[in-house]
């Protein structure tokens, strides 16, 4: 009983009709990652909440790998759209390298779904479109504000860009986690990350 009001929640709120079945199978598929994690449901499931028979999926989705490659891809590009705006006017690589730590944190926090599913789930064979657009992604712009910050041919910025991903990838899942647990006296992860990455690029 207590599952059945999001049922109907959901479809009145993505005002569910054949035409948008895909919309919905993919918004109840994100839904179901944020609470279980990646491997935490099943199609029927996802078509349940959606307010759909358990064979409507097959209707667009060969089987929920193909459901989780959708959620990838489309985190990805929503991330990659975050990190820009957040470094967009700001006048300096440092200040834009700065910007992008909450922008990276707050992400995480507010689309659980499409973050679980952007790092549990990878194509075998990433498409054309993929690769082409994952030039312009989160990646990039990163890479971007950390080459402006280091001398030239004193160290590789891609690696150093990899570096701070993994530093603020590793903040995103530790609060993800509960830890440290509130109350404990640790400083907020924006504090943490800001800190690691000053002393990651051997900055004051």
């Known amino acids: 009983m207590a599952q059945a009001q999001p049922i109907r929640d959901l479809s009145a709120r993505r005002g569910y009709h054949h035409g948008n079945l895909r919309e919905a199978l993919l918004e109840a598929a994100r839904q179901l990652v944020a609470e279980r994690g990646p491997q935490g449901f099943t199609l029927t499931e996802a078509a349940r909440r959606a307010g759909v028979s358990p064979s409507a999926p097959y209707r667009h989705f060969k089987d929920r790998e193909e459901v989780l490659a959708e959620l990838c891809r489309r985190g990805f590009a929503l991330f990659g759209q975050r990190l820009q705006a957040a470094a967009a006017g700001a006048v300096s690589p440092a200040e834009a390298l700065r910007r992008m730590g909450p922008a990276y944190l707050a992400f995480a926090r507010e689309e659980p779904g499409y973050y679980a599913a952007m790092f549990a789930f990878q194509p075998v064979q990433p498409s054309e479109e993929a690769t082409d657009s994952a030039k312009d992604g989160p990646f990039e712009a990163l890479a971007n504000a950390v ?55 051997g900055r004051e």
């Open 147 to 201: 080459a402006g910050l280091l001398p030239k041919d004193e160290r590789n910025p891609r690696i150093v860009a990899l570096q701070v991903w993994a530093l603020s990838h590793g903040m995103a899942m530790l609060e993800r986690a509960g830890m440290p647990q509130p109350g404990s006296g640790a400083p907020p992860a924006e504090a943490v990350l800001d800190s690691g990455v000053t002393a990651l690029l």
